[in-house]
């Protein structure tokens, strides 16, 4: 009887550590093919187009990134980060752009809100509602030496008029401390997960609201983050929902493992799993995931085991959420495609920077830096001849 015990507690523990060490996804085998450099291997995804929403010039800011794209009314909105040469530099400011023509023509860029000498604003993102559209910027403390930043929002009814910046709050009524991530998703049930990185430091939190507008209602869930100096090793999440409803959270691994790690939630986004190793690769930068509106699981990010150049920009995408098995690239590192850098400056990382996606009128919008100095995105049609070509 003992040992018949000692055998199932044995049995118990292995299926613990299983449950813990498990991926919550992984890729197919061969999937990229390391040795062609540029490219993978990969077909360019079907029916893609690529737009420019704005491109430095001398006589503009050289830098841009932290690119995320809306829909709200018939208009199409780019948001991004802007400042004369460096990232994260006291001048930088939030700029945005629209389009009334389904993304064909844009306008020239403006301030979402104004940079002073006791702060900077860095973009944090969009939420579109039926009676309004909010956009997220992160305030920056100049006279900080721990660079303290808070969460913060603008809000418009009609594309033209926006508020002023008031704070984003947690369900205490206290404000958000923290990095406003690029990415909250709004689930079926129509809660919204999203991520926050809190200060002091960077250590990356997943939060949740049933606040509709997202501006309020945030708590935290329930997660173990992984001490890295002032920082976590987790960071930059995103989200995608598996066919069997576990939610899954992708994250960029500072600690230079060059894989995408993942964790995941069954309770609808309030408690997560610690974070576990995929073999996605990852270039170690920000990524996105998704759904497409017929449950398709996709990754867009740079899915190379190296930290420089960020090429080339790919989608992974999974029909159950669990294997990912077919990839196509958006853009690749052929000198026919990815233009040379123009401008020099701190972190002008070369390559396609921190995409971001959205799906608008059957196309998949993919936002992103190209050198940090080009405005970009990709959209690829996602009707029946899309579905059919992914699959």
Not at 5 to 19: G, P, S
Not at 93 to 102: L, N, P, R
Not at 202 to 218: S, V
Request: overall charge positive; hydrophobic content about 30%.
């Amino acid at each position: 009887m003992i040992k018949f015990l000692h055998i199932v507690i044995l049995m118990l523990c292995a299926t613990l550590v299983n449950a813990q060490t498990t991926p919550a996804f992984c890729t197919k085998k061969n999937l990229f093919d390391a040795e062609q450099r540029n490219t993978l291997g990969l077909s360019y995804a079907p029916k893609a187009e690529t737009v420019t929403v704005f491109c430095a010039s001398d006589s503009s800011d050289h830098y841009a990134n932290g690119v995320v794209m809306a829909a709200y009314k018939g208009q199409l909105y780019c948001m991004w980060q802007s400042s004369a040469k460096d990232e994260d530099s006291a001048d930088t400011w939030v700029a945005y752009s629209h389009s009334s023509d389904e993304g064909k023509t844009w306008s020239k860029p403006r301030k979402l809100c104004n940079t002073t000498k006791e702060y900077f604003c860095t973009s944090g993102g969009w939420l579109s509602c039926n009676d309004r559209l909010v956009a997220y910027v992160n305030v920056w403390q100049n006279d900080s030496t721990l660079k303290a930043c808070s969460a913060y929002y603008t809000e418009t009814t009609d594309g033209k008029e926006w508020s002023a910046l008031k704070e984003v709050k947690w369900a205490d009524g206290t404000p958000m401390n923290g990095i406003f991530e690029q990415d909250p998703h709004r689930m079926p049930n129509g809660r919204i997960i999203g991520a926050v990185h809190l200060m002091p430091g960077m250590i990356l939190t997943p939060i949740y609201t049933d606040d509709a507008t997202g501006r309020e209602g945030w708590r935290k869930g329930e997660f173990k983050a992984t001490p890295n100096g002032k920082q976590s090793a987790e960071l930059e999440p995103s989200f995608f929902v598996r066919k069997d409803s576990t939610i899954v959270m992708t994250m960029r691994d500072q600690r230079s493992s060059y894989r995408v790690l993942a964790a995941t939630s069954h309770d609808n986004g309030e408690t997560w799993s610690d974070a576990t190793p995929t073999n996605m690769p990852d270039s170690r930068a920000k990524q996105c995931a998704g759904n497409l509106s017929d449950g398709t699981a996709y990754i867009v990010n740079n899915p190379i085991s190296e930290k420089k150049p960020r090429t080339p920009l790919v989608i992974t995408l999974s029909d159950d959420g669990k294997t990912f098995d077919k990839a196509y690239l958006l853009r690749s590192g052929n000198s026919n495609d990815l233009p040379t850098q123009r401008y020099q400056g701190k972190y002008k990382t070369i390559g396609y920077s921190y995409p971001k996606a959205m799906e608008h009128n059957g196309w998949l919008y993919i936002s992103y830096s190209t050198n940090k100095e080009k405005v970009e995105y990709t959209r690829v049609k996602i009707g029946s001849n899309f579905i059919s070509n992914f699959r």
